[in-house]
């Protein structure tokens, strides 16, 4: 292999995996404050159209950003809601959300684009590549790493911020404690219900982010099923993370690989069809979450929040 | 101060399980009239419209509508059924999709090549339905044995392995008709070539409604009796209710995953085949219409039980079917249908405390002790 293909490979992969970043911290902040939102799919999905129509509308990519990601918290809000205050069961409200978002976002691609006309087919603002001097002239991963868009340049700095926030703050602790023991938290005086809505909104935020650079820089402009499973495979990666943003982003990495070498096979003309490729990314989720359960079976030892998805009700002490 | 307190209903009402999903689910038809409105339909009208859609002049002795939504229900049953099996251990089978268009697969493979693979088998419908039927289930309950086995042995999350295994299968679904059993005298079409005609399910009244729908209505039959009326079924639902209590009771987790997912899988596998040997008459595009997904609702909706799945079905299935109709007469998306499920499922989970709890207001004056 030359360096050519390494550099073109590995820069595909950082665009490609840039959206599963996002979604997956997202989630794995969510799940570190011990709830499970499997509505990241929806979310991201919602966060897509929304992010697009708002550019289109605004000629604004700042505020396309910025609504995909208020649009994911409030998705994530009623996550929240539903099975915080409510007390419904978090694996149906996910998939409840994954559900109505994915309905959501084919019914208003029909209706918010121009006239109240379709989406589909329109273009709009995209995030274009901007060569960071010096650094992109690095040979082979130069111009792979430092010839990209702003959201992927936000990456770079969001995930030492982050994981300083988990590892090196008081809340920071916090958060990782109220999904270990969210009573014991409790008993310090910590409101965990109320930062366990904040974390789901956050979670909520950064797959609307990570849906947005779908619609605005990967494959820029709104189709139906734009996320193709992107957020199922979050929710998987979170996994193979173990709940660590660092683990997060060399996850997303490797799943934007293959889509790397799916798109370098495509342009040279395999003989392998489009359909066959296409499973590859689905298989190696389920072949990575084997590998990572065959590794260990324990809970524990995968780095699984101990109260993760178990309610927690301030009255109901078990 | 006044607050709201739960307390948890240690014996609720008989009447609050349907009570309170029905009122949950007109209050949902209001939430979602009040998304159409804001995106300026009317929502009287357009309700009007999916009920004349799905129902037309049902009253005047119009049956053709409603043949179509019981057509769309036709897959719902069975694959509501399906993943009802699997959450009633909280087994969370989201493959039922995946599931089924394996069972398509299976039907379609039995119907285009048996006949000349093995010209002595009787060519008529009773035993070409069965062996399809058989097939289906077959080929479902085998996709749903991945993620059974994945889970009993090695504990690999099965929300995710059934989900990436439906994108697999509708991907390895699409290669088939539009390549290798792609029918050679189609003009290039994408689908494969029609079934002999006796592998097609007889159907009823010239409508399209045909024998999927009494082996839908069999197989909540036979879900009942499995849940309530056997040992499997306590143990599955003793495994669901309280996994501590059934360890301490010997009941076999491993045996019951593995017990749940061939019978999920089989039932969605069984409705791919109704959908191929009753509707479409081949391999092509559309098996996969999302039943899988829907099913998800349609079991949480019916709280879980074999005869309110027939009936939610049916409520989905207008759903889809007025769906469509607004898209006609009215330049609504069709995924409107969706967006209504979706709320639906929504305000039915949320509904639930009420079921559970109890809600009380209390006024308080002082900091009560914890």
């Known amino acids: 292999m030359n360096a050519d293909l390494i550099a073109s490979i590995l820069g595909i992969a950082v665009f490609a995996g840039t959206s599963l970043t996002y979604a997956t911290i997202g989630e794995a902040i969510t799940e570190r404050s011990g709830i499970l939102n499997l509505g990241v799919e929806g979310m991201m999905i919602m966060g897509a159209v929304t992010g697009f129509a708002a550019a289109f509308h605004s000629g604004s990519l700042t505020i396309g950003i910025l609504v995909a990601m208020a649009i994911g918290s409030l998705m994530a809000l009623l996550h929240a809601f539903v099975t915080i205050t409510l007390r419904a069961d978090q694996i149906v409200s996910g998939l409840a959300l994954t559900l109505a978002g994915t309905g959501l976002a084919s019914f208003i691609g029909e209706r918010l684009g121009p006239n109240n006309g379709p989406l589909v087919g329109l273009q709009g603002p995209r995030f274009r590549d901007v060569a960071i001097p010096g650094l992109s002239s690095i040979p082979v991963v130069g111009e792979a790493l430092f010839n990209q868009d702003l959201v992927v340049y936000s990456m770079y700095l969001f ?51 990570g849906g947005a650079h779908l619609s605005l820089a990967y494959t820029p402009g709104w189709s139906e099923n734009l996320t193709g499973g992107r957020g199922w495979i979050a929710v998987a990666l979170v996994i193979f993370a173990s709940w660590r943003p660092t683990r997060a ?9 293959v889509n ?48 993760l998805g178990i309610p927690y009700a301030r009255e109901e002490r078990t | 101060m006044i607050r709201l307190r739960l307390e948890r209903r240690l014996d609720p009402p008989g009447y609050l399980s349907w009570v309170v999903p029905v009122v949950s689910v007109v209050l949902a038809l209001v939430a979602s009239g009040l998304l159409l409105l804001a995106f300026g339909a009317n929502p009287i009208e357009t309700y009007a419209a999916m009920w004349d859609g799905a129902f037309g002049d049902i009253f005047g002795g119009e ?44 039907a379609s493979g039995v ?69 290798s059993w792609k029918d050679p ?91 191929v040997a009753g509707i479409s ?12 997904f829907t099913a998800i609702i349609v079991a949480w909706v019916a709280k879980l039980q074999p005869w309110a799945i027939v009936l939610v079905s049916i409520l989905l299935a207008a ?13 609504l998306p069709a995924s409107v249908a969706q967006v209504v499920q979706g709320i639906m499922l929504f305000f039915v989970l949320g509904g639930d405390i009420f079921s559970r709890y109890r809600i009380r207001v209390v006024r308080q004056h002082v900091e009560a002790p914890a």
């Open chain 1, 159 to 209: 995930i030492p911020l982050v994981s300083f926030y988990i590892y090196r703050t008081t809340l920071g602790q916090q958060l990782r404690a109220m999904g270990e023991s969210p009573a014991t938290v409790e008993a310090m005086g910590i409101p965990v219900l109320r930062y366990r809505y904040i974390y789901t909104m956050v979670g909520g935020a950064l797959a609307g982010l």
């Open chain 1, 249 to 257: 982003l060399f996850g997303a990495l490797l799943f934007g690989g």
């Open chain 1, 260 to 307: 790397a070498i799916q798109f370098r096979l495509q342009a040279s003309g395999t003989t392998i069809s489009a359909n066959l490729l296409n499973m590859a990314p689905y298989i190696m989720t389920i072949v990575v979450l084997v590998l990572v359960s065959s590794a260990s079976s324990l809970r524990s030892r995968l780095g699984a929040p101990a109260a």
């Open chain 2, 63 to 106: 049956f053709y509508s409603v043949s179509e939504t019981l057509v769309r229900a036709t897959p719902l049953i069975l694959t509501g059924l399906a993943v009802a099996v699997a959450f009633k251990m909280k087994f969370w089978n989201i493959g039922a999709e995946g599931q089924l268009v394996m069972g398509g697969i299976a």
């Open chain 2, 111 to 179: 119907a285009l090549f048996l006949p000349e693979a093995a010209p002595g088998i009787p060519q008529n419908l009773v035993v070409y339905g069965l062996l399809m039927g058989g097939a289906a289930i077959l080929a479902g309950a085998l996709w749903a044995l991945i993620p059974a086995l994945l889970k009993a042995y090695l504990n690999v999350s099965e929300i995710i392995v059934t989900l990436m295994l439906n994108y697999i299968a509708i991907l390895w679904y699409s290669q088939l008709f539009t390549t």
């Open chain 2, 185 to 275: 005298a189609g003009f290039g079409f994408p689908g494969s070539a029609l079934f002999p005609e006796y592998t097609w399910l007889p159907r009823f009244f010239n409508t399209r409604v045909n024998l999927a729908i009494f082996i839908g209505l069999l197989a909540a039959v036979f879900v009942w009796v499995l849940l309530s009326k056997t040992r499997a079924g306590y143990e599955i639902r003793l495994l669901g209710d309280n996994p501590e209590a059934a360890r301490f009771a010997g009941v076999s987790m491993f045996r019951n995953i593995i017990l749940v997912m061939l019978v999920s899988g089989g039932l969605a596998g069984l409705a791919g085949m109704g959908e």
């Open chain 2, 281 to 292: 008459h081949k391999l092509q595009q559309g098996l996969s219409a999302n039943n899988g």
């Open chain 2, 319 to 331: 759903v889809f079917v007025g769906g469509d109709q607004i898209q006609m007469t009215m330049g």
